[in-house]
T-cell receptor
Framework: DTEVTQTPKHLVMGMTNKKSLKCEQHMGHRAMYWYKQKAKKPPELMFVYSYEKLSINESVPSRFSPECPNSSLLNLHLHALQPEDSALYLCASSQDRRGTANTEAFFGQGTRLTVV | ELKVEQNPLFLSMQEGKNYTIYCNYSTTSDRLYWYRQDPGKSLESLFV?????AVKQEGRLMASLDTKARLSTLHITAAVHDLSATYFC???????????FGTGTSLTVIP
């Protein structure tokens, strides 16, 4: 099973709303990632969790709040977003670098977020 | 600042032709990955390159890695329309689980 599952697939939210994106994997991966991708651009790294601890925060605004409740789940809590935050949000998982040479990342199908 | 640059950014080629996409990166890394993305879809893993000189082939695509030159190539042989997509290289930085994508190459294969 090389599947990373993201929910919801589509989300429309107002600028005063609070919503959450969810990501789940059952590959035993201990590194999990959130990426943001705008149209016709490469994915931009937002957050990295390693063994359920936040290890990388790429200077992401505080209106994005990640959470890793356990080794299989990753959430991204959204609050007071701006229209420019509209994008495809991708979750990925991989083996942690400390345990293996192959850190190939597997990606979920993404959540298409529109902020109105 | 890390840079992962791909060349060309846009590629239009005829079916049956050969071409190479280049991926240059600015920091030390011994792990490089190639992904494919169809419009509106997620990323599909194509190749995993884990050492200097690594070469992998799958169908009409072949990828290679030269860590000393900080260069990876994705070679397309006898292109077919189904290969039309955006191709990204990605570099795993030694300092941690940092996985950064190149600028992407949008490939269109014309019948």
């Amino acid at each position: 099973d090389t599947e990373v599952t993201q929910t919801p697939k589509h989300l429309v939210m107002g600028m005063t709303n609070k919503k959450s994106l969810k990501c789940e994997q059952h590959m035993g991966h201990r590194a999990m990632y959130w990426y943001k991708q705008k149209a016709k651009k490469p994915p931009e790294l937002m957050f990295v969790y390693s063994y359920e601890k936040l290890s990388i925060n790429e200077s992401v605004p505080s209106r994005f709040s990640p959470e890793c409740p356990n080794s299989s789940l990753l959430n991204l809590h959204l609050h007071a977003l701006q229209p420019e935050d509209s994008a495809l949000y991708l979750c990925a998982s991989s083996q942690d670098r400390r345990g293996t040479a192959n850190t190939e990342a597997f990606f979920g199908q993404g959540t298409r977020l529109t902020v109105v | 600042e890390l840079k992962v640059e791909q060349n060309p950014l846009f590629l239009s080629m005829q079916e049956g032709k050969n071409y190479t996409i280049y991926c240059n990166y600015s920091t030390t890394s011994d792990r490089l990955y190639w992904y494919r993305q169809d419009p509106g879809k997620s990323l599909e893993s194509l190749f995993v390159l884990l050492s200097n000189g690594a070469v992998k082939q799958e169908g009409r695509l072949m990828a290679s890695l030269d860590t000393k030159a900080r260069l990876s190539t994705l070679h397309i042989t006898a292109a077919v329309h189904d290969l039309s997509a955006t191709y990204f290289c990605a570099v795993d930085i030694r300092a941690g689980n940092q996985f950064y994508f190149g600028t992407g190459t949008s490939l269109t294969v014309i019948p």
